[in-house]
């Protein structure tokens, strides 16, 4: 989990970030936010304990959809990992 809320922390800094949402499976979501650094947890506006794997692409939108100003949120892309196969942007090559 030190790895997952140090990555973390690295994007949300380097992506000077006011606010971010976060979610993970209820398992490790404490985990992963007790590892965080507390000048990024401060800015965590929105934390889901979920787990999204087999959730339709509807449902996640809604569930992080601001529903305040009307307007879906701004998603940050993902980092290039070879390690997990993705492509920039997240999604798989």
Known sequence: ????AK?????IREEKCDGWHLAAEKAING???????????AKLEKN???????VEKSEI???FFDRDRG??????????????GS?????RS
């Not at 307007?71 to 993902?78: Q, S, V, Y």
């Open 1 to 4: 989990m030190k790895n997952i």
């Open 31 to 41: 985990q992963i936010v007790d590892c965080l650094d507390a000048e990024v947890k």
């Open 48 to 54: 889901i304990a979920a787990d999204f794997t087999k």
């Open 7 to 11: 990555t973390i922390n690295k994007i």
């Open 61 to 63: 939108i809604n569930r």
């Open 71 to 84: 307007t879906p949120l701004r998603a940050l892309p993902l980092p290039h990992h070879p390690a997990c």
């Open 87 to 91: 492509a920039p942007g997240g999604s």
